[in-house]
Structures are given as structure tokens and as C-alpha cells.
């Protein structure tokens, strides 16, 4: 189960921010049974029964497999911790899977579109801890943490060589990957720092006040002026077959020498044979990672021992009412579902992904 915390449900996005179209069996929206297998409180699990009311209401373990798979010889509706599999392609009546978590990456499979199966998730409910997350990352390596703890530890109090050229964030770029929830959140934290934000997202999108420079690859922008300007890019985009190894050779050569980038996606975006290498060659001033290709980053992998690297295992902590965010976008999504409307964070064809499903 994913371990990231909550976020405020908003319209979903891709590398966009808006409600996704209707899948092509959304043309019946009446509920008559739900399977649910998220392990909620009794008090919430009871929110989503009112919710979905009069409709039948299955609540079964993650891991009662004779419960779902008599459950799905009926369900409309399944809400599930994780995410999908071949048995809720192949139950007779669903036309909805909620997924409760933010990335939905292992279940974009072309089969989904093929069956016409409306999927959704829980994006928007880790937002904030999560943007928070990437600051801690940039805060880090900009102010040299390692080295600072490393002085600490060895009760020294002296400078750190080359530390009066450190500059701080203020007054630095933030390049951004993606729009969605998460990326908001990191604009908004990065004008609170006196940071310049550059965002580089797949739909074209308003002017936000808390972006400086809006790059739409839909409208023709490329990657390019992000990465001649950023001081700190922070990856927050979906991982698709258009976003995989989005970051390779090409792009860390083309990247400030001085520059962080920080990856809060997912570990596919980031070719990780070409940023070892980066590394080696000091073409970036360092990385923050909280995912990896695979997952676990297994113990041999060079990126473990770089001393201006800093990963994370794809934890962040929690918002207090991560399971109520949840539950929001549950709840709202059942009206919307009902009147044939847009549901929030529904996966489209544009992001399919039939890569390696690891990290």
C-alpha cells in the first residue's frame, strides 16, 4: 500500500489538472453493488456505504480473495487499496474501479480502454506533504545537510569549504515537471521562498499566479528553457509511455552544472544509467530521490553512495486527515458518476504506460 500522505481533492490531472472524460461504458450511471477493500475505520468504511446507498455494499480484506471474487459477480463499483488486476478486467458488470492511491502508473494498461473501464484515484490527498517533501530535498542539498550533520557528528565548528559560495533559494528558478496536485503545491511553496517558477506541463493551461513562465508540450514548448534556467527541478508528472526516461543523456547535459533535480513521481521518468553518469561527469550539482527503477533500489546501485544524492524509500509523512481527503474525492465522484459527469483523477488513453512496472 502506498505510503504517501494526503491530499486536497481537486480536478485530476495527467501532466494536466482537469476532469477526465467519460470512458466510453459510462452510459448507465446507476450503482447497484459495491465492492470495497480499503482498510478504512468502521466510522469511514461507513461514510462511503451512506455514500453509495441503496446500493449493495461489499466490504471485504485486501487480501480475501474468495470475498472479492464473489463480490465481483456483481459489482458496478469497486473501491480497492491497491491497484488493479486481470480479475477486475474480467468481472462481468463493472464499469468503475476507484484506486486508493495517488499514481495510477500500474494500472494504465491499454486492456483497461479495451474493456472501457472508467478507473480513478486518490490524487490530490498527499499533495501538500508531498511538495513539502521536495523542499526537503532542495533545502538539503542547497544548504549542504550532509556535510553539516557529518560537522555535528564530529562536535566541529568551523566552516565548510566553499560554503560562503552557497547561495540560497531565494531569488533562484524552480523548474517544474507536470501540473497536477503535487506541482501546484511546489509553486506555491516556491514563490514563498522568493524562487522564480518555470512549470513545463502536457496540456495547456490559464496563467496561475504562482507560475512565472506556463510551458505546454501540447501547445508546441519543449523541455529546453526549463532546463537552461532551472536551479532546482522537481519532477511531479505522471510516468506514461511519453514520460518515460523523459530525463536522459540529453537532458542532464543540458542542465545548470549547479542545478538539483528531485524526482517525487515516479523512478521511470528518470533514465538512471544516464543520471549516474551525470553524477560522475559533474554535469548536476546533485539529486533528491524518493523513487526508484527498481523498487527497492537495490543495494549495489551506485546512486546509494554519492555523497550529493539523497533518497528517500518512497515514504512521506502523513497529513492528518489523509483517509477523510480520500473519501472526498470518493464521495464526490459517486455524484458525478451518477449525473454522467467527469470524474476527478480518471485515467485517460494518453496515460497509458506498458513499461517496466517496478518503480
Not at 474501479?97 to 478507473?119: K, M, N, Q, W, Y
Request: one cysteine or more; hydrophobic letters at 40%; glycine letters at 8%.
Amino acid at each position: 500500500m502506498n505510503q504517501r500522505s494526503a491530499r486536497r481533492p481537486r480536478p485530476a490531472l495527467a501532466i494536466g489538472g482537469r476532469p477526465q472524460p467519460m470512458q466510453p461504458n459510462h452510459r448507465n450511471p446507476s450503482i447497484r453493488s459495491v465492492l470495497a477493500t480499503v482498510m478504512f475505520e468502521p466510522d469511514q468504511v461507513e461514510q462511503l456505504r451512506r455514500a453509495f446507498a441503496p446500493a449493495e455494499f461489499v466490504h471485504v480484506a485486501p487480501w480475501d480473495n474468495a470475498g472479492i471474487a464473489g463480490a465481483l459477480e456483481d459489482a458496478d463499483v469497486a473501491v480497492i487499496t491497491g491497484d488493479l488486476d486481470d480479475r477486475y478486467l474480467a468481472a462481468p458488470r463493472l464499469a468503475w474501479v476507484h484506486c486508493d492511491h495517488s499514481g495510477l502508473t500500474r494500472s494504465a494498461r491499454p486492456e483497461v480502454f479495451e474493456r472501457g473501464l472508467i478507473v480513478t484515484g486518490s490524487a490530490g490527498r498527499s499533495a501538500p506533504a508531498l511538495a513539502q517533501h521536495g523542499f526537503y530535498f532542495a533545502l538539503a542539498l542547497t544548504f549542504d545537510a550532509r556535510g553539516l550533520f557529518e560537522m555535528q557528528d564530529a562536535h566541529l565548528w568551523r566552516f565548510i569549504d566553499g560554503y560562503e559560495k552557497k547561495l540560497a533559494l531565494w531569488g533562484k528558478t524552480l523548474g517544474i515537471i507536470g501540473f497536477g496536485h503535487t506541482a501546484r503545491e511546489m509553486a506555491r511553496l516556491g514563490k514563498a521562498f522568493g524562487m522564480r517558477v518555470v512549470v513545463y506541463r502536457r496540456r495547456p493551461a490559464e496563467k496561475d499566479p504562482d507560475v512565472d513562465v506556463m510551458l505546454s508540450s501540447d501547445d508546441g514548448d519543449h523541455l529546453g528553457p526549463l532546463l537552461d534556467e532551472a536551479d532546482v527541478i522537481m519532477i511531479a508528472a505522471q510516468l506514461t509511455d511519453a514520460t518515460r526516461h523523459l530525463f536522459s543523456t540529453r537532458e542532464f547535459a543540458r542542465m545548470k552544472g549547479t542545478a538539483f533535480v528531485i524526482n517525487m513521481a515516479r523512478g521511470g521518468i528518470i533514465d538512471q544509467d544516464a543520471l549516474v553518469e551525470a553524477l560522475r561527469a559533474g554535469e548536476i550539482a546533485g539529486a533528491g530521490l524518493d523513487v526508484a527503477t527498481p523498487e527497492p533500489l537495490p543495494p549495489e546501485s551506485p546512486l546509494w553512495d554519492f555523497p550529493n544524492v539523497m533518497i528517500t524509500p518512497h515514504v512521506t509523512p502523513a497529513v492528518p486527515d489523509r483517509t477523510q481527503r480520500s473519501i472526498d474525492i470518493i464521495v464526490e465522484n459517486i455524484g458525478r458518476y451518477r449525473a454522467g459527469e467527469p470524474l476527478l483523477n480518471a485515467l485517460t488513453e494518453r496515460d497509458v504506460y506498458t513499461g517496466d512496472r517496478r518503480g
